[in-house]
């Protein structure tokens, strides 16, 4: 059985990204670029599933540094699933992090909206007010 190898045009269909995402994810150092076949370059059909990997892993919120890290513990052949494990869970503290970030934000916005007469001119718009105030 011969190994299918496919352009980096197929290769990209294969595994929903666009060819400059592979090449994104070459110069990152995520994917190896392969040599040049006959005149361009031909990826192995295993490439699409390390794509897609690297697409879900991102579509869960690791970053490409984090990436980098999952896919070299998939790579060692002594790594445990606890490693991966601890890494979700920084994962998700991160994400509690952001999400109370976010909720002080939404907060703050209730309240200068909620004093906001919603008519008249800027010069009495408690909002541009509270963003000067805060500016000085």
């Known amino acids: 059985m011969t190994m ?3 352009t980096i045009g197929r290769a990209a269909a294969k595994a929903g990204v666009s060819v400059e995402t592979i090449r994104f994810y070459e110069r990152r150092g995520l994917i190896e670029q392969p ?4 005149g361009y370059r031909v990826y192995p059909t295993e490439m699409v599933a390390r794509i897609r990997f690297i697409r879900q892993a991102q579509q869960i919120g690791f970053s490409l540094r984090e990436v980098q890290e999952l896919l070299s ?3 060692d052949p002594t790594a445990d699933c606890a490693d991966v494990r601890r890494q979700a869970a920084q994962k998700i503290e991160e994400v509690d992090r952001k999400i109370a970030d976010l909720q002080r934000v ?3 916005l209730e309240t200068v909206v909620s004093v906001c007469p919603g008519k008249g001119g800027l010069t009495d718009c408690t909002i541009m007010a509270a963003l000067e105030d805060g500016a000085r």
């Not at 040599?35 to 006959?38: A, L």
């Open 4 to 6: 299918q190898h496919l």
């Open 35 to 38: 040599p040049k076949g006959e």
């Open 73 to 75: 513990l998939r790579a």
């Open 106 to 108: 939404r907060a703050a």
